[in-house]
């Protein structure tokens, strides 16, 4: 059977951390793209000398060439420029959107059948450009958000109570930016729930830590942003589909309707398998999360006002 074939669009911290957990998970063979001539091709030589050490036999190709990405089953965006210190992820986003320009177009042409991962800030700005762009249908085209988002709440959370973090349930929904809803409703120690352990002034404080995790992170590196578990989580969700596990993960989906959302890419959960996103799975939120939800939403939505009105000018 012929290897699944992974496009990774944005060969920096991402993108080479991406490639390697797709080889070492085994799903399937990676290009590495990206505009810097010598970079995609010097990280993907690299991964390549790890093979025999790390036992995988992914091909793993660097290039400069749309063409190259030809038929990818999956195709990761993380083209674009990070975060710095002091910045939003909202200040990308006139930057970006003309990058996005550009990726979208690569991949309509070569990669037509892709399913479609969106990592690239401001996420969902991003991903809804991205749908536009690319024409592609909805269940196909999605962003990365939530995912990492629950992990650090879980991560703080495991943290917290000195326990592991397998022991940990939790979910955050909403925009992928300051204003993101942790659900403190769904949070549970093995099915507890976690406000028998915790109590809510020090949960605020720990929620609030997600909230800003990622800027958390960049005042730290000075020089980029997180890296390592935004490629973990967009590989989870390639994983999902590409062996069609119908898993059920927290992601920046297009909403008709669903959560009162209409025509808008919002993170709440969904089910992806190997028809993309299959299924967007509803559930129940307190009064307090559900005014959190439509204040992120109204972000969200001004955002995308913005987007257009620098593609408008542009």
Do not use: W
Not at 96 to 106: C, D, H, L
Not at 144 to 154: A, F, H, N, P, W
């Amino acid at each position: 059977m012929a290897r699944k074939k992974i496009a990774l669009i944005g060969a920096g911290n991402i993108g080479g951390t991406m490639a390697h957990l797709c080889a070492m998970k085994g799903l399937g063979d990676v290009v590495l793209y990206d505009v810097i001539d010598g970079l995609p091709q010097g990280k993907a030589l690299d991964l390549l000398h790890s093979a025999p050490i790390e036992n995988f036999d992914a091909k793993i190709v660097g290039t400069t060439k749309y063409e190259d990405i030809e038929g990818a089953d999956v195709c990761i965006v993380t083209a674009g420029i990070v975060r710095k210190p002091g910045m939003s992820r909202d200040d990308l986003l006139g930057t970006n959107a003309k990058i996005m320009r550009q990726v979208t177009e690569g991949i309509r042409k070569h990669a037509p059948n892709s399913f479609v991962i969106v990592i690239t800030n401001p996420l969902d700005a991003m991903v809804t450009l991205t749908k536009k762009l690319t024409g592609f249908p909805k269940n196909r085209v999605v962003g990365q958000s939530g995912i990492l988002d629950s992990s650090r709440y879980r991560s703080f959370i495991a943290e917290e109570l000195k326990v592991s973090v397998a022991s940990v349930s939790a979910v955050v929904l909403g925009g992928h930016g300051d204003d993101m809803v942790p659900v403190r409703s769904s949070c549970q120690l093995s099915g507890v729930p976690i406000e028998k352990f915790i109590p809510s002034k020090r949960l605020d404080e720990i929620e609030a830590r997600v909230r800003n995790a990622g800027g958390e992170i960049v005042a730290l590196l000075k020089t980029g942003s997180a890296f390592y578990s935004p490629a973990s989580a967009a590989v989870r969700m390639a994983q999902a589909h590409l062996m069609d596990k119908k898993e059920v993960l927290p992601c920046a989906a297009y909403l008709e309707g669903e959560y009162g959302v209409q025509g808008y890419y919002f993170c709440v959960p969904v089910m992806i398998g190997a028809g993309g996103v299959e299924k967007v799975i509803e559930i129940e939120l307190s009064p307090r999360e559900r005014k959190a939800f439509e204040e992120s939403l109204g972000h969200v939505k001004d955002l995308v006002q913005a987007m257009d009105k620098v593609l408008a000018a542009a």
